[in-house]
């Protein structure tokens, strides 16, 4: 079975730039969530969607960045425009939730992201 | 906000040895998750113990939950060097939303052969 699936895998852009984080979660489950990870922040939870709607964006850094899910199974998150402290690797992860957290969540490999 | 730390941050043991992780965390939980992260890889589910479970095992993962303490370990027994990597605990706390889990920074273990 294949599993969560990011593109691209690295990006490497200048400040200012457009950038989009692609993400296919395992089909059938129902809870997608995008993470940043860095060295000093760990790893934070950006956003996440059950059902395709946005539940909690209260992680999301500015109103440079955005994410949506247009179906069940893509997602994107923009970051426009980019600034060099946006440098981070991105995970998507993707659950079937039934209830409070009790499921496992199952991540892609992540896209690093550098902003120049 | 972090929920879960883990210590220590770093863990360097031989073949065969056991490793032992801890994780503190703050609020009240429904359930504590321990994932594994492979270098350049994404977190993989490794074990989840509810609030009512004390000690949960798989495989040569023994995870063991203390609500009043707070805490959690997870013990690693006959490591390999294939277990290399590191490790988070991860609580979904029982106040605020539902499938959100807060994840602590991870403790680095290396096994070394």
């Excluded at chain 1, 993470?35 to 964006?57: A, C, H, K, S």
């Excluded at chain 1, 992680?59 to 997602?75: I, L, T």
């Excluded at chain 2, 994404?42 to 074990?47: A, E, F, N, S």
Aim: hydrophobic share 30%.
């Amino acid at each position: 079975d294949a599993g969560v699936i990011q593109s691209p895998r690295h990006e490497v852009t200048e400040m200012g730039q457009e950038v989009t984080l692609r993400c296919k979660p395992i089909s059938g489950h129902n809870s997608l969530f995008w993470y940043r990870q860095t060295m000093m922040r760990g790893l934070e939870l950006l956003i996440y969607f059950n059902n395709n709607v946005p539940i909690d964006d209260s992680g999301m850094p500015e109103d440079r960045f955005s994410a949506k899910m247009p179906n069940a199974s893509f997602s994107t998150l923009k970051i426009q425009p980019s600034e060099p402290r946006d440098s981070a690797v991105y995970f998507c992860a993707s659950s079937f939730e039934v209830g409070r957290g009790y499921q496992p969540q199952h991540f892609g490999d992540g896209t690093r992201l550098s902003i120049l | 906000s972090q929920q879960g730390e883990e210590d220590p941050q770093a863990l360097s043991i031989q073949e065969g040895e056991n490793a032992t992780m801890n994780c503190s965390y703050k609020t009240s939980i429904n359930n504590l998750q321990w994932y594994r992260q492979n270098s350049g890889r994404g977190l993989v589910h490794l074990i989840l113990i509810r609030s009512n479970e004390r000690e949960k095992h798989s495989g040569r993962l023994r995870v063991t939950l203390d609500t009043s303490k707070k805490s959690s370990s997870l013990l690693i027994t006959a490591s390999r060097a294939a277990d290399t990597a590191s490790y988070f605990c991860a609580t979904d706390g029982t106040q605020g939303g539902s499938e959100k889990l807060v994840f602590g920074k991870g403790t680095k273990l290396t096994v070394n052969p």
